[in-house]
C-alpha cells in the first residue's frame, strides 16, 4: 500500500500507468497458460467461461461498492468544511454581537482560526506541516476559550452562553473534520480490488489462450476502464493527493464576511 501511495504522490499517472501494465502483463500470463492447456488438450472452455463471468460480475460489485466509499469520504471532508466555516462565521457574529475587549480580541483569533483551517484542508501530505497546523488550531482554541472564561463569570446570560455554545460547536466541528481527513481506504479494500483486478484479467487471458482467439484491443480497453476506475477510487479516497480535493471556498467566503462592518444600532431612546 505504502509503494502505491508513493507513486501516487508523485502522479496519479503514472500509477495507473503502472497498474494498466500490470493488468496487460498478468493477461498475456493467462494467455499462455490457457494456449499451453489447449496444445495439451487439457481445459474446459465452457467451464471456465461460466467462472470467468462470475468473477468479472464479482469484479463490477466490488468496484462499485469501493467506488462508493471513497466518495461518502470526500464528500463527508467537503461537508466537514462547510459546517466548520459556519461554525466559524456564527461564533464571530456572536462575539462581535456581544463586544467589549475580550469578545473583540475572540473575533480576532477567528479569522487567524480561519486561515489556519484552510491552510489545513489544502496542504499536502507533509506530516509535519500538519501537526504543526494542528498544533497552531489547539493553541488557538485554547486562548479563544481562555478570553471567553472572564465574559461567562462576569455576564452569566443566555448572551454569553450563546458564544460559549458557538466556541464549543465550532472546536467540534474542527475535530470532525480532522477524523475526515484522517479516515482513508482501509488497505485491506485496496488490495482486495487490486487483486481480484489482476486475478480477472489472468483468468480472462486464460479463456482467450483456451479458445485460441486473444483480443489485445478489447482487452486494453477493458483494463483502460478498470484503471481509470481505481485512480478515481484512490483519488476521492485519499484526502491530500491528486486532483479531487476538498475546496477552501466556503473559509475564503468566511474571510470575505469578516470584511465587512457590522451595523449596531443605538438602544431605544437614545441618539447618537
Known amino acids: 500500500m505504502a509503494f502505491f501511495i508513493f507513486i501516487a504522490e508523485r502522479s496519479l499517472l503514472a500509477f495507473g500507468l503502472l497498474l494498466f501494465l500490470a493488468q496487460l502483463i498478468a493477461h498475456e500470463i493467462g494467455l499462455r497458460f490457457g494456449r499451453r492447456d489447449r496444445a495439451k488438450d487439457r481445459g474446459q472452455p465452457e467451464t471456465v467461461g461460466i ?11 466490488v468496484l462499485a461498492l469501493t467506488l462508493s466509499f471513497a466518495n461518502t469520504r470526500f464528500n463527508e471532508r467537503r461537508e466537514g468544511s462547510l459546517m466548520e466555516a459556519n461554525a466559524i ?9 456581544i463586544g467589549g475587549p475580550q469578545a473583540d480580541q475572540i ?12 491552510d489545513f484542508v489544502r496542504k499536502g501530505r507533509g506530516q509535519a506541516a500538519i501537526a504543526e497546523l494542528n498544533q497552531r488550531t489547539n493553541a488557538l482554541q485554547s486562548e479563544m476559550w481562555g478570553q471567553l472564561a472572564p465574559i ?7 448572551i454569553s452562553n450563546s458564544l460559549m455554545l458557538a466556541l464549543n460547536d465550532l472546536f467540534d466541528a474542527s475535530t ?4 475526515a481527513f484522517e479516515t482513508r481506504l482501509p488497505p485491506q479494500l485496496f488490495w482486495l480490488l487490486i487483486g481480484m483486478t489482476l486475478l480477472s484479467v489472468t483468468c480472462l487471458g486464460y479463456q482467450f489462450g483456451l479458445k485460441e482467439k486473444p483480443s489485445r484491443v478489447l482487452v486494453a480497453l477493458l483494463t483502460l476502464m478498470w484503471t481509470a476506475v481505481i485512480v478515481d477510487i484512490l483519488d476521492l479516497a ?11 471556498t ?9 470584511g465587512g462592518t457590522t451595523s449596531i444600532p443605538s438602544p431605544s431612546g437614545t441618539r447618537p
Open 176 to 179: 470532525k473534520e480532522r477524523l
Open 238 to 248: 485519499a484526502s491530500r493527493i491528486g486532483q479531487l480535493r476538498t475546496a477552501t
Open 51 to 61: 467462472v470467468v463471468g462470475g468473477m468479472l460480475g464479482l469484479l463490477a460489485f
Open 89 to 97: 462565521g456564527t461564533a464571530w457574529l456572536r462575539a462581535k454581537a
Open 152 to 158: 461567562v463569570r462576569e455576564q452569566p446570560s443566555a
Open 250 to 258: 466556503v473559509y475564503e467566503w468566511t474571510l470575505q464576511g469578516f
Open 107 to 118: 473575533a480576532a483569533l477567528l479569522e487567524q482560526y480561519t486561515q489556519i483551517r484552510a
